[in-house]
Structure formats: C-alpha cells, structure tokens
C-alpha cells in the first residue's frame, strides 16, 4: 500500500507501530479495522457489489433511468456504507452540466452518509438536480452529521416541508417562518363602562407551540422562487386532503418487483470465493512486482 502514494498516509499509523514494536497498539488499530470491515464481509453482498449490470449516470440523455435502492432497518449499519457508496458515487455522475433534469430524492437521510451533501444542494441547481431531503427531527441530523454541517444543511435548503415537529426543531422554524404584524384586542372592565384597546404587534407567523401540535396531513412550510416565477406568499400552513378509499384501492393494485434472473447459492458462494481469491492473487501480484522493481524494493519490510 505505501507504493500507493494516495492511501500511503493511511496506512503509516500502522508501519510506524510495527517498526517501533508496538504489537498492542498495531494489534488494536488492525482490529478496530477488522470489525468495521468484517460486517461487509457477506457473499450476498460481495454478488451484488461486483456486478456490472448498469451504470449510475442515471441522467444520462442517451441513456435516462430510475434507480431505488432500500435499506434493512434492522442491518443499517451494514447497508448504509453500501448505499452511501453507491449514492456518493452517482451524485459524482449526476452533478455535471449538459444533462438532463433529475431529481435525487433520500427519505430517512441520516441513516446514510453522503459526503458534501452542502455541496451538492449548493450546486446541484444549476445543472437541473433537484435535492430532497427527509428527516425525521433535525435531532436525528444532528447526531449522525454534527451540529455544525446539520446547520448548513437547513439553514441552505430553500424550500422547506415540515409536519409535527417540536423542541429545537420547531424554534428553529417559527424563526425561519418569520413574524408578521397581527390584531391584538384588550379589554379593561370597570364599574362604570367598559374600555377597548387594539393594537397590531409583530408575531411569529407560526408559532413554536402550533408546530408542535399540528395533526396528521397538516404541513408547515415555506417555498424559494426564481425572477421569472415570483411567489408572494412563500411561507404557508395547509393541511392535505386526500381520499383514503381511493388510496386503499390504489395500494391493493400494487404489483411486486420482478425478478431480474434466478441466482442460485452456489452462484453466489462461487462468486465470493472467487473475489477472495482474486484479491489474494493480487496482494501475491503486487508484493512480487515491488520486490522486483529496485526503485521500490524498499518499501517491502522485513524484520
């Protein structure tokens, strides 16, 4: 790996406490690594992982397509590293100029890790991505992205949806929200006659307390223009309206994934025994070139 200029900073921490003896320090770095990696190591996966069956250029003009991936709740730790490499790998694909309109859609965000998602939202606009966003509480951002890049993250977001949220989040969108002037009305009550006061006062549009206690369908938000589409009212309180029986019939019609092709076990324990062999080829491969090669040689360590 040290031939490898890119990853030779990575791996020093564990040359230097194998030249300086020490196997309790190396012993424990090799096996936080080992554990990480080891929750990979699935013959389902390693079948999944290394084929080729399509390309994630999924804006592509020639060549347009829709891809879902899903997660297991109950393996998250296991598939959200897959999925975040598969979806860092198609941001990379999809942020380009002179493709078509898409649309990146992550519902249960924290449960994945996309690098420079700040980036993306930043940028994605002008090469005609749309980026969505779905979160439970911005609590849940914060503890698997840091508060301070969660913060970027709403606070650059341009149009925002929320349903019934409360605590921080609920603040944090009653100040987004803004405060109007509204109608406040006193009256004072003596025995002789009766005295009414109004007067208009700068209050939040939506109050914390409202956000907090909205009911199922009800939607809190506020919506980003463009100069050529100017919207006047961009923040709004809603409640959606929809026709359950029709949505029930709607779901019944529902029909299964197809089945791409039929994969037998033994396929797939063939295809991971293989890649372990192939990986073992190459470690062999590269160790002899190096040995072979003066201007590298060394590299090699021999104690």
């Given at each position: 790996?040290?031939?490898?200029?890119?990853?030779?900073?990575?791996?020093n921490?564990?040359?230097?406490?194998?030249?300086?003896?020490?196997?309790?320090?190396?012993?424990?770095?090799?096996?936080?690594?080992?554990?990480?990696?080891?929750?990979?190591?699935?013959?389902?996966?390693?079948y999944?992982?290394?084929?080729?069956?399509?390309?994630?250029d999924?804006?592509?003009?020639?060549?347009?397509?829709?891809?879902?991936?899903?997660?297991?709740?109950?393996?998250?730790?296991?598939?959200?590293?897959?999925?975040?490499?598969?979806?860092?790998?198609?941001?990379?694909?999809?942020?380009?100029?002179?493709?078509?309109?898409?649309?990146?859609?992550?519902?249960?965000?924290?449960?994945?890790?996309?690098?420079?998602?700040?980036?993306?939202?930043?940028?994605?606009?002008?090469?005609?991505?749309?980026?969505t966003?779905?979160?439970?509480?911005?609590?849940q951002?914060r503890?698997?992205?840091?508060?301070?890049?969660s913060?970027?993250?709403?606070?650059?977001?341009?149009?925002?949806?929320?349903?019934?949220?409360?605590?921080?989040?609920?603040?944090?969108?009653?100040?987004?929200?803004?405060?109007?002037?509204?109608?406040?009305?006193?009256?004072?009550?003596?025995?002789?006659?009766?005295?009414?006061?109004?007067?208009?006062q700068?209050?939040?549009?939506?109050?914390?307390?409202?956000?907090?206690?909205?009911s199922?369908?009800?939607?809190?938000?506020?919506?980003?223009?463009n100069?050529?589409?100017?919207?006047?009212?961009?923040a709004f309180?809603?409640?959606?309206?929809?026709?359950?029986?029709?949505?029930?019939?709607?779901?019944?019609?529902?029909?299964?994934?197809?089945?791409?092709?039929?994969?037998?076990?033994?396929?797939?324990?063939?295809?991971?025994?293989?890649?372990?062999?192939?990986?073992?080829?190459?470690?062999?491969?590269?160790?002899?070139?190096?040995?072979?090669?003066?201007?590298?040689?060394?590299?090699?360590?021999?104690?």
């Amino acid at each position: 790996m040290r031939a490898d200029k890119e990853i030779e900073v990575l791996v020093n921490p564990f040359i230097n406490a194998y030249l300086n003896d020490a196997m309790d320090q190396l012993e424990g770095q090799i096996a936080s690594a080992k554990i990480t990696l080891a929750r990979l190591t699935s013959p389902q996966l390693y079948y999944i992982l290394s084929g080729n069956d399509f390309n994630l250029d999924i804006n592509n003009p020639q060549d347009p397509k829709i891809v879902t991936m899903g997660s297991n709740p109950q393996k998250i730790q296991i598939y959200g590293a897959v999925l975040s490499l598969y979806i860092n790998r198609l941001v990379k694909l999809v942020n380009q100029k002179g493709k078509v309109k898409s649309s990146l859609i992550f519902d249960e965000f924290p449960t994945i890790y996309l690098n420079n998602i700040d980036s993306l939202i930043a940028t994605a606009r002008d090469n005609l991505v749309s980026t969505t966003l779905a979160i439970q509480d911005l609590s849940q951002l914060r503890k698997d992205y840091g508060r301070e890049q969660s913060d970027v993250i709403m606070n650059i977001s341009g149009n925002v949806l929320s349903g019934q949220v409360s605590g921080d989040t609920a603040k944090q969108l009653s100040e987004r929200f803004g405060k109007i002037l509204q109608d406040r009305e006193s009256y004072s009550l003596n025995s002789s006659d009766t005295s009414i006061s109004r007067s208009k006062q700068l209050e939040s549009a939506i109050p914390a307390s409202k956000i907090s206690s909205l009911s199922s369908g009800e939607f809190v938000g506020m919506v980003a223009d463009n100069p050529q589409n100017r919207i006047k009212l961009k923040a709004f309180h809603c409640c959606i309206v929809n026709d359950h029986i029709k949505l029930k019939k709607e779901i019944k019609g529902y029909k299964g994934i197809p089945e791409v092709r039929q994969v037998a076990l033994d396929q797939v324990v063939m295809n991971f025994n293989q890649i372990k062999k192939d990986i073992e080829d190459l470690a062999f491969h590269e160790i002899q070139r190096i040995s072979d090669t003066p201007s590298l040689a060394y590299l090699l360590i021999k104690k």
